[in-house]
């Protein structure tokens, strides 16, 4: 069981290594974090479902596509959510330079300034693939790097698996990883609603990311 919990939750000794990233919440409460957006049609459902539930979340974008849907991100912003920098072209940092990787990074920020006038707090690399060195070049960028302590793999369109991954690993201070994708729209309504309902009877609450990355 504890090889299989590290599918879902990352292991203590990763997480010790590296602790200036944030894993879990600083205050436990539940955080809710969406990759790969924004689209059409899976934002909708997310962001409807939230404003149903009462919920901000941290949003990780992708800067081509914030390019591409401008008035999906707006709208992010507009109801009280976050957006996080996924890099501009979800590319995965270890195949990159570091003067590759600044530029995925630096791009992403350079265009929500410029669009939307919006400063970027949170990083998260794409695959959640980092390296040693990941940590000083955020440093140089002013950004904070928000990993996970649940994945619900919801982005294999299998809604049982998340509901596995919810009852077996939420903890009050879950920083939950959740899709903006094509390959999660079909159950990505479902996942949100069984993880409030499940966090609810358990008295776990939800927290806005201003809080809860302290």
């Given at each position: 069981?504890i090889e ?7 292991p203590s000794l990763?997480?010790k290594?590296?602790?200036e ?10 955080l ?6 924004p689209?059409?049609?899976t ?8 404003s149903?539930?009462?919920i901000?979340?941290l ?24 957006i ?7 590319k ?6 570091k003067e ?25 690399p ?5 390296q ?12 904070k ?20 991954a919810v ?11 959740l ?8 159950i ?5 609603e ?11 609450s939800f927290g ?7």
């Amino acid at each position: 069981m504890i090889e299989l919990k590290y599918k879902y939750n990352p292991p203590s000794l990763l997480k010790k290594i590296f602790n200036e990233f944030y894993w879990n919440t600083t205050n436990n409460k539940i955080l809710l974090t969406f990759d790969d957006g924004p689209l059409p049609e899976t934002t909708e459902i997310i962001l409807d479902t939230l404003s149903k539930n009462g919920i901000i979340a941290l949003f990780f974008c992708v800067g081509e596509n914030v390019k591409k849907y401008p008035e999906l991100t707006k709208r992010i912003m507009s109801e009280g959510h976050i957006i996080g920098n996924h890099t501009y072209n979800h590319k995965i940092l270890k195949t990159l330079t570091k003067e590759e990787k600044l530029n995925q990074i630096k791009s992403f920020n350079e265009l929500v300034i410029k669009e939307f006038n919006y400063q970027v707090k949170y990083f998260r690399p794409p695959h959640g693939m980092f390296q040693l060195g990941t940590n000083s070049f955020l440093k140089e960028l002013n950004l904070k790097n928000v990993m996970w302590s649940l994945l619900t793999y919801d982005y294999k369109n299998n809604f049982d698996l998340v509901k596995f991954a919810v009852t077996n690993f939420l903890k009050k201070d879950s920083i939950i990883v959740l899709h903006d994708s094509i390959k999660s729209k079909d159950i990505i309504r479902n996942s949100i609603e069984f993880i409030i309902d499940y966090a609810s009877e358990r008295n776990f609450s939800f927290g806005e990311p201003s809080e809860c990355l302290k």
